[in-house]
């Protein structure tokens, strides 16, 4: 006769409480990421700011604050009720000592550690605008093809304007412009549209602003619109703003510089000026396009900020055009992830959740300090450049690492729930963050135009409107389209993580099998059977639905599409059927 043996309950019951503390951890949360931008007097002291902080894990919280700027001076209260949630929180009071503050913008940072936290540390970002934030004047630029420009602002008090056009009709706009990022933030759109028959050259109004409780706010704002045929000039980014650690990386970024006027656009030159730190800054116009890359040397510069610019000549009617370029320079420390930095790699939305096996994109800093690099082949490694990711534990495949983004596939493994997702750098451990893992969440992949989405015809083209220099045409009843995708889960016959999809039989496919709606949005539509559904061979991490384009369906250039199946929808892209 066999004998069993079992353990103590007493034992037992220990083991499931040395288990559930093991994992046991605060969470950092905060009411805001950011404030402002806050006006204030030019010469004088800004109001109190009170960000909350409370935990959303376990055990206690233990907040510890800093300032990388000197007119920042924050503080940590005792505990206290939340007004943005039930519970206790700590106040984190934040003093704006502003008098030494130049007229015009400044942003700066607020950084709140906790020790033994998940998703800490996290950084406040505090922006004031000495002298308030409506402009002195606005001068705006439009084509004779009814396109329009604008100047956008922010206030801390709801605004009542008059707006006045000496000629041309009524050409000028002045309203909310959505909702602001913080409370008390008043967004507003100064707007200027080109009007039928509004012929060629320059054209003058106003906007009187009154009702602001901040009294420099209160102003006659002069605007100029110029209507013209010559090249108008549009930044992408109109600033550049870096943080480095010392000694590290060359930080590089590239301002694209488009015309949104007619005519050709041509650069003619870029140069650059710093106020400090002598000269880490320089400009090249790129071979190709009309692209000046920013290229930025930190080698000799202590921990700090600095400010420098970079001027951009062209034939355009607004230029030359200036291209602020801030820089901190940081000691270096561990790799940090940033608080929400882990965001699915289709579609880059912060709190989304990715699927097992899905491809995951973690934002930051510190991570690496050689240059970037991608995974020379396949099976992906669990180790590049020195950097290596956990999530609960398990190494994950990487796609990709550089020092402030790493791409990886979240392992098939990962069961369903919070996960917690750590960077190593040449052994060096740094944060741990959190992210929402389901065992299936699909999302189907963004053109980058639009809300279209990353589909092929069969012929090879695009469906979309036809667009010029890209291969397109509206798809048809009875095309074949490819939908790419990631977060399907684990496929049948099953897969490795950090493996390639089969190339022939047995492929690995989705099971059961989805269907594909083409109309309705979060509901209704076509509904489409896929002859193919599971992963490319040969990728890692990278699904393919291939379906035939039904005869019965919505038409036009904007037609949702969305894949559905037990226990799962995904995103909603568009796409174009004639």
């Known amino acids: 006769m066999g004998v069993s043996f079992s353990r103590p309950l007493v034992l037992t019951s220990l083991i499931a409480v040395l288990a559930g503390t093991a994992f046991a951890a605060p969470k950092l949360r905060l009411s805001t990421a950011a404030v402002g931008p806050v006006s204030v007097a030019v010469g004088a002291n800004g109001p109190r700011q009170v960000v909350e902080a409370y935990n959303a894990g376990d055990g206690s919280l233990t907040l510890r604050v800093a300032a990388a700027d000197s007119w920042l001076v924050p503080a940590v209260g005792g505990a206290a009720p939340c007004t943005t949630r039930a519970g206790s929180c700590f106040p984190i009071n934040i003093e704006l000592q502003t008098a030494s503050l130049s007229l015009g913008l400044h942003t700066g940072t607020v950084i709140v550690t906790a020790a033994d936290a998940l998703d800490a540390p996290q950084t406040i970002t505090v922006t004031v605008q000495p002298g308030g934030g409506v402009p002195a004047k606005a001068d705006l630029f439009v084509a004779p093809n009814g ?37 008390f933030v008043w967004p507003y759109l100064l707007e200027a549209r080109h009007l039928p028959g509004l012929a060629e050259g320059s054209y003058s109004g106003s906007v009187n602003i009154t009702g602001s409780s901040f009294q420099p706010d209160n102003k006659n704002v002069p605007v100029t619109l110029r209507v013209t045929s010559d090249p108008i000039a549009a930044l992408s980014p109109d600033r550049v703003q870096i943080r480095v650690a010392q000694n590290t990386i060359k930080p590089q970024a590239a301002v694209v510089v488009a015309n949104r006027g007619l005519g050709a656009l041509s650069i003619t030159g870029a140069e650059v000026s710093t106020t400090s730190g002598g000269e880490w800054l320089a400009a090249v116009r790129a071979e190709t396009g009309n692209i000046v890359n920013v290229n930025i040397d930190t080698a000799n510069l202590a921990p700090g900020k600095y400010q420098g610019a970079v001027e951009i000549a062209s034939n355009a009617v607004n230029g030359p055009l200036r291209v602020p370029v801030d820089v901190e320079v940081v000691a270096q420390g561990v790799p940090a992830a940033s608080a929400g930095g882990v965001v699915n790699n289709a579609i880059y939305e912060p709190g989304d959740t990715i699927g097992a096996g899905g491809i995951a994109s973690v934002f930051g800093e510190q991570f690496s300090f050689q240059d970037a690099a991608g995974a020379p082949a396949t099976p992906l490694p669990t180790e590049l450049g020195g950097v290596r990711v956990l999530v609960n534990g398990l190494a994950a495949p990487l796609y990709y690492a550089s020092y402030g983004q790493i791409n990886f596939q979240v392992p098939y493994e990962v069961q369903p729930g919070e996960a917690r997702v750590s960077m190593t750098r040449d052994g060096q451990a740094g944060n741990t963050v959190t992210v929402n893992v389901a065992r299936r969440a699909p999302r189907l992949l963004r053109l980058g135009i639009d809300d279209y989405g990353i589909i092929v015809n069969q012929d090879g083209t695009l469906p979309i409107p036809p667009t010029p220099g890209i291969p397109s045409r509206r798809a048809r009843s009875g095309d074949a389209l490819v939908i790419y995708a990631t977060g399907f889960g684990q496929t049948n016959p099953p897969v490795t993580s950090g493996a390639a999809a089969p190339a022939a039989e047995p492929f690995a496919r989705i099971d059961p099998v989805p269907t594909v709606y083409f109309g309705g949005n979060v509901t209704g539509g076509s509904p489409a059977t896929p002859f193919f559904a599971g992963l490319t061979p040969g990728f890692v991490g990278l699904y393919q639905i291939n379906v035939f384009v039904p005869s019965v369906l919505p038409r036009g250039d904007t037609v949702p599409l969305r894949v559905e199946g037990p226990g799962y929808v995904s995103n909603t892209i568009v796409i174009a059927i004639e």
């Open 147 to 183: 396109s329009a420009d604008s100047v956008r602002f922010a206030t801390n008090s709801e605004l009542r304007s008059a707006v006045t056009t000496q000629s041309g009709g009524r050409w000028l706009s002045f309203g909310i412009d959505g909702f602001g990022s913080f409370r």
